[in-house]
């Protein structure tokens, strides 16, 4: 069973950082894209980062460019954010998704149940 669990939530003061980690196990042969979304109260999920195998990334939501990085361990399964200058826009639930070759051989999309971040003073 091929789970992701991400870590390093909680409570942050605007302009505090946080370093978010996402951790997949189980039987995994390969893992292809990781990507970490968030979803703030009343709004829809969307897309903030996205890191390829080989270590291409891409800012999707431009509100985090320059405060957010995002990287990966492959020898650890492990895909972190690395969150800077944080402000109350920043509150929301953060998620992390990859998809992963199995040893079947075929590649699944798996979602993280997601690490709560709250920026408040």
């Known amino acids: 069973q091929v789970q992701l669990v991400e870590s390093g939530g909680g409570l942050v003061q605007p302009g505090g950082s946080l370093r978010l980690s996402c951790a997949a196990s189980g039987i995994i042969v390969s893992i292809n894209d990781i990507a970490w979304y968030r979803q703030a109260p009343g709004k829809e999920r969307e897309l903030v980062a996205i890191i390829t195998r080989g270590g291409r990334t891409n800012d999707a939501d431009s509100s985090v460019k320059g405060r957010f990085t995002i990287s990966r361990d492959n020898a650890k399964n492990t895909v972190y954010l690395q969150m800077n200058n944080l402000n109350s826009e920043d509150t929301a639930v953060y998620y992390c998704?990859?998809?992963?070759?199995?040893?079947?051989?075929?590649?699944?999309?798996?979602w993280g149940k997601g690490t709560l971040v709250t920026v408040s003073s």
């Open positions: 998704t990859a998809d992963i070759r199995r040893k079947t051989g075929s590649i699944a999309t798996y």
